[in-house]
């Protein structure tokens, strides 16, 4: 058996056959679940798509929200205090914040499941997929929440001091449309720019925070095939999500243009 | 910027150091401080909350949560010190190189890179620590291995800028051989920012350290860290919540001192982003 798969040659080499075929679309097959590694790891995509996405989601509105509060409202206490949250929410481990959450919301008050992403034994339902996805949800989005606020708060308080910004409040655009439309989206465009960078953490605190929730995602199945010893998963759970990170960076690349058409992305003559 | 509100920002900064110096003291001191060995097993006092068998209370095989908790510290601290100055000596040299030498140096350190910051590290960290027989050196070099871009990032830039200023030209200009322009004219510039980023990398060291563990794929038993506490507290969480709780605030102390304090420092060494800031 170990010649049949080749576990008995040198890791280097093991490593090389490896890389040929994976680059050709062939990941091997699963060692636990005698199935095509590429499928095993595309099933748990969508879940760590949508914990991410949520995460993102539910972050970035909160931050813009305040973001634009803070911009409008200009006291300086709140600035401090929001230096502060966004250091302390780099610092707290989404790990730790998570199983805080499971044991005073889902231990204590009963209010959120224990884990997992759908009831047992009942078929799908949205609100049951919600009620799953709000704990891990929140846990991972508020890392970033004080982060994306003070990035937008910096972005419209350099923005409203522009000349543009004068021009329209001299014609007499209404504050609400000035903020919102002529200035938010040019203070977005650092916002973006940490956002594609956070990326790969993001990703990594989704991949524990999935651990802590039983959220069958890459995270869960990269922790799962690494401790069973299933390598060919692991590397292909590893290439995906590498693939997934410089995907990302393009979309982020994409977004640029729609944010700022000034961004040309082929490059010719200005 | 008025005057009271720099005293307040440099007074988090100066907590934050306060703070950690205690950690670093009281971790340094753990032999003498720890009210018992942190391995010493008491099957008489399992899984006794914060009280008579122990201020932070024991865990399920009676070993004294406090204690335990001093020596993990220890162990959290020195691991993320020591990923930071390896990334440091490592991203340093790396990244001065190939912003001084530039050509085909630079293509190769800037390709390595891009192609480590293209996957998560915890990934990186997760696959390696199963393949490896971990030991603390060796945990030490996978985690440099995967932070030392961030420094090298930032030096190649410095670097990049620094050689166009006038005055590296006339140095070179008056026959000053490459090692004396390192090491009198572009060395000196780049303390400040490589000293920021190193404080912020102990941090994130400690971090994922910590996530590492928690997973299960920290430093093999007996040596403790916050977050191999944390891993072992899992299963008694709900009946024994200070086996949990204890540690990740350990955690959450050290990474935000030092992350306050790191951006204290940032905001001394460049006056551009004090008035970003605002």
Not at chain 1, 156 to 176: F, H, M, N, Q
Not at chain 1, 252 to 258: E, N, P
Not at chain 2, 47 to 60: F, N
Not at chain 2, 117 to 140: D, E, G, K, Y
């Amino acid at each position: 058996m170990r010649a049949l798969w080749g576990l008995d040659r040198p890791l280097a080499i093991q490593y090389g056959v490896w890389l040929r075929r994976a680059v050709t679309g062939d990941w091997g097959d699963s060692f636990s679940e005698r199935r095509p590694v590429l499928r095993v790891v595309w099933e748990r995509v969508p879940a760590t798509l949508t914990l991410t996405g949520a995460a993102l989601a539910l972050s970035l509105g909160a931050g813009l929200g305040l973001g634009v509060a803070g911009a409008v409202i200009r006291r300086p206490a709140w600035q401090a205090a929001l230096q502060g949250l966004a250091v302390i929410g780099m610092s707290v481990p989404t790990f730790w914040s998570g199983m805080l959450v499971l044991l005073l919301f889902s231990g204590r008050l009963g209010w959120l499941p224990s884990g997992g992403m759908a009831t047992v034994g009942s078929g799908f339902s949205i609100g049951d997929r919600l009620w799953h996805l709000a704990g891990p949800a929140l846990v991972l989005g508020s890392v970033y929440v004080a982060l994306w606020t003070r990035y937008v708060q910096a972005g419209l308080a350099e923005v409203l001091g522009e000349d543009y910004v004068r021009t329209g409040r001299g014609k007499g655009v209404s504050e609400r449309a000035l903020v919102l439309r002529h200035a938010l989206p040019n203070a977005a465009i650092p916002l973006l720019t940490v956002l594609g960078l956070e990326l790969p953490r993001l990703l990594a605190g989704a991949m524990v925070t999935e651990v802590v929730f039983a959220w069958p995602g890459l995270g869960r199945l990269l922790t799962a095939s690494l401790l069973g010893r299933d390598y060919p998963v692991a590397m292909g759970t590893l290439m995906l999500l590498a693939v997934a990170v410089v995907a990302a960076n393009l979309l982020t690349d994409l977004a640029y243009r729609l944010v700022d058409p000034r961004v040309r992305l082929t490059e010719g003559p200005a | 910027m008025t005057a009271g509100r720099r005293v307040r920002r440099h007074g988090a900064a100066l907590g934050a150091a306060a703070c950690l110096g205690a950690l670093a003291l009281v971790a340094l001191a753990a032999p003498w401080l720890a009210p018992r060995s942190p391995e010493a097993v008491d099957l008489r006092a399992v899984l006794r909350g914060p009280g008579a068998a122990g201020w932070l209370g024991t865990d399920d095989i009676g070993r004294d949560v406090l204690s335990r908790l001093l020596f993990a510290g220890r162990a959290s601290l020195a691991l993320g010190l020591g990923v930071a100055v390896v990334s440091i000596g490592l991203g340093g040299v790396l990244g001065a190189l190939a912003g001084y030498r530039r050509g085909w140096v630079d293509t190769a350190v800037s390709t390595a890179i891009d192609a480590l910051l293209s996957i998560p590290p915890l990934a990186l960290a997760m696959v390696a620590a199963a393949f490896l027989q971990l030991t603390p050196w060796r945990l030490v070099l996978v985690l440099a291995g995967l932070s030392w871009t961030t420094v090298a990032r930032l030096v190649r830039g410095q670097v990049l800028s620094l050689t166009e200023r006038p005055f590296v030209e006339a140095a070179r200009a008056l026959g000053a051989p490459h090692g004396r322009v390192l090491a009198r004219h572009l060395v000196p510039n780049l303390l400040g920012p490589v000293l920021v980023a190193g404080t912020l990398l102990v941090a994130n060291a400690i971090l994922i350290e910590s996530a590492l563990s928690f997973l299960g794929f920290g430093l093999p038993p007996p040596t403790a860290t916050w977050g191999g506490m944390l891993h072992a507290a899992q299963i008694h969480f709900a009946e024994a919540p200070w086996l949990g709780i204890f540690p990740g605030l350990a955690i959450v102390l050290a990474v935000a001192s030092i992350n306050f304090l790191g951006d204290g420092l940032r905001e001394a060494f460049d006056p551009r982003l004090r008035r970003e800031a605002r």
